[in-house]
């Protein structure tokens, strides 16, 4: 089960809302990454650290004292470590190091979500009703004005942006805070995934962030959407009832509505078979110049600092950058993880967080992408007495499918 908030103990209103305040801070930041003009580090080091700060701060002690499985923990950067000096060209790259520090970034995030998850859960979905209204803002802009504000380019200004706006086949590609709309899909379904894992359910405002996701055309967006339907569906044949499926058929209501006002169908033919695709392009590229490494190079990972062709090659998905750019190496320190989430969660639950998180257009060093994956694998939520979670998170196990014993 959810172990209990520690939230819920006798504290001051004001010290709730500041914990809060300061939390939704770091989840923004952490879900709304941004890339420096310049191609710099620095401003993503100098989140990192604060969001790494501001967890360590607001997590109980006594859970900072008992890091879940700190063996399986010391292992992925241990595997960075040994791969960056077998690289003899990359000792300790600037990358390699932040992946560690994100890597330890999301620990200590699971910890805060484990000992208020509660309060995280309110975080999470006020960050979400926050994105949504990004989104609608633009799209009213849009509609009124026939310009889109740059919401992202308000917030980071200098950092990395793509064209946002009408296309060449006519549509609009809303972003919300985002750099571009396959990043809004990717993190904003993380998020809903990651809170249903907690909370035990998919709540309203997750399943209205799931629907605002067909708003960016985005094409992982609509496979992000189309798992977060499939485990809905896992939940109502697993529950019953009534109201479950009553909720699903609004929900499917919904989904087809979007698709149908925003002309999905025909926006993806004209994208994918009536011209070249960029996105699709960039990923041809990035797995040509993969093939022409050596057995050896592909074995042992091309590393994190060098780039192998000008392809956008984060675009391929947070997978296989992880094993392309980490080798085998890299690759085993991750592998305790997937094998204590395949045997202590649903398959279903497992299916939807690992391939979310295997597509995600971002590279090995995502926060939000280690958070959800490392949730998934907590073998610490689960207890073994018939006790139950709070009533205002779930009535069963964080996957809703009773915990292995």
């Known amino acids: 089960m959810l172990i209990a908030d520690a939230s819920m103990d006798q504290e001051p209103a004001w010290l709730s809302w500041i914990r809060g305040l300061l939390m939704l801070v770091a989840v923004f930041l952490v879900f709304t990454p941004f890339e420096s003009d310049d191609g710099s580090l620095g401003a993503t080091y100098a989140v990192t650290l604060f969001c790494l700060v501001v967890a360590l701060v607001l997590t109980p002690v006594s859970n900072l004292k008992g890091l879940f499985w700190p063996s399986a923990s010391l292992l992925l950067p241990a595997a960075v470590i040994v791969h960056s000096f077998l690289l003899s060209t990359q000792p300790l790259s600037p990358y390699s190091v932040l ?14 979500a484990n000992a208020r998850p ?10 979400l009703v926050i994105s949504m209204a990004a989104l609608l803002y633009q799209f009213v802009s849009f ?7 740059d919401l992202h380019a308000m917030l980071f200004p200098g950092t990395a942006r793509i064209e946002i706006g009408t296309e060449a086949e006519s549509v609009i590609r809303l972003t919300g805070f985002q750099t571009e709309p396959g990043n809004y899909s990717t993190w904003i379904m993380l ?3 990651a809170s249903r894992l907690i909370a035990g359910r998919f709540g309203i405002i997750e399943s209205l962030a799931t629907c605002s996701v067909l708003m960016t055309y985005s094409a992982t967006g609509v496979l992000f959407v189309g798992i977060a339907i499939l485990w809905m569906l896992a939940d109502s044949l697993t529950r019953g009832g009534a109201k479950h499926w009553m909720w699903l058929v609004v929900l499917g209501a919904l989904v087809l509505a979007a698709a149908s006002t925003f002309e999905l169908l025909d926006h993806y033919e004209e994208r994918f078979l009536g011209r070249d695709d960029a996105s699709l392009m960039y990923r041809y590229w990035a797995l040509q110049a993969y093939s022409y490494l050596t057995t050896s190079e592909k074995l042992l990972g091309f590393g994190f600092l060098d780039e192998i062709c000008d392809c956008h090659f984060s675009d391929l998905g947070f997978g296989p950058n992880l094993v ?13 993880w997937l094998w204590t989430a ?6 279903m639950a497992v299916l939807a967080i690992v391939s979310t998180v295997y597509f995600a257009k971002t590279p090995p060093f995502s926060i939000a992408a280690w958070f959800a994956l490392l949730l998934l694998s907590d073998v610490r939520q689960y207890d073994s007495s018939p006790s139950a979670a709070p009533e205002d998170l779930a009535d069963q196990t964080p996957d809703g499918e009773g915990a292995a014993t």
Request: aromatic share 10%.
């Open 191 to 193: 998020l809903v995934l």
């Open 118 to 127: 509660v309060e995280f859960l309110a975080v999470a979905r006020v960050f």
């Open 324 to 336: 392309m750019r980490g080798g085998i190496l890299v690759a085993l320190g991750v592998l305790p």
């Open 143 to 149: 509609q009124l004005g026939g310009e889109v504000v």
């Open 99 to 112: 992946l560690i520090l994100s890597f330890a970034t999301a620990i200590v995030l699971v910890e805060y």
């Open 342 to 347: 395949w045997q202590r969660r649903s398959a």
